[in-house]
């Protein structure tokens, strides 16, 4: 082999050893956590549109979409979105093109709520998660033909007081480390459940077509009334 295809086959040897060195590196810091992948939709704008003095929120056909309570109202902006939204006043109205059943929406967006915002849905469902934390927690939930979830388990979720008042089939329900001081609730053929969390004092105001999902001690705690249904 003549000497000058030597030196090729050397310096061809070398960049190949060169780039699997690198590659071998860079796999060992992403296993050590020191890298991570990133996907199309770690890209995409996630910041929040503002709402100042916001006391009421309506929303309809609204599917999938995270709650947290902050001190403004405010919507996650996307390039392209799905829910469309307009101020009245102190009201804030939230329509979406995909409803409770709507299975085709999977790309939710995050709200922000007013610590004691008024809040009624329609067709919706929501997933309330912890934001900043006050001691002066106070929403009012209407819900009808919609879902509301309090979901403590990623941190504690706190609240002063909630009413719900959940009407046509809907439902609503607490899990993991969730804590209200005083919940009530009203039930019209729907549905409330209470799961690992805890409350000062709950009273349930309900008709013989709703159902209730609630542990003993929380059973034993709990102020129950049974109307006729309407």
């Known amino acids: 082999m003549k000497k000058s295809n030597k030196l090729l086959l050397a310096g061809f040897l070398a960049v190949v050893l060169l780039i699997t060195a690198i590659h071998i590196s860079l796999y060992a810091k992403y296993k050590n956590g020191d890298y991570t ?13 503002p709402f100042p003095n916001i ?14 309570f902050s ?5 996650e902006k996307f390039e392209e979105s799905d829910i469309k939204y307009v101020r009245k006043g102190d009201t804030l109205l939230i329509t979406g093109r995909h409803g409770i059943h709507d299975q085709d929406f999977d790309y939710p ?33 209407y819900l009808q033909k919609s879902q509301a979830f309090f979901s403590g388990t990623e941190a504690p979720l706190q609240f002063t007081h909630v009413k719900v008042i959940a009407a046509d089939s809907s439902a609503v ?34 008709d013989s077509l709703s159902r ?19």
């Open 37 to 49: 992948i990133f996907h199309e939709a770690d890209l995409s704008p996630q910041s929040m549109e």
């Open 55 to 68: 006391l009421f929120v309506s929303m309809r056909n609204v599917s999938g979409a995270t709650v947290k």
């Open 173 to 206: 329900l607490f899990h993991g480390n969730t804590q209200v001081n005083n919940l009530e609730v009203q039930l019209t053929n729907s549905s409330f459940e209470y799961g690992d969390g805890n409350f000062g004092q709950l009273s349930i105001i309900t």
């Open 71 to 75: 001190d403004v109202a405010g919507i």
């Open 212 to 230: 209730l999902s609630l542990q003993l001690k929380h059973l034993l705690k709990a102020n129950i009334k049974t109307i006729a249904p309407q």
């Open 109 to 141: 967006v995050e709200f922000h709520l007013p610590y004691n915002v008024r809040l009624s849905l329609h067709n919706s469902s929501l997933s309330f998660r912890p934001g900043k934390t006050t001691v002066q927690n106070n929403p009012v939930i």
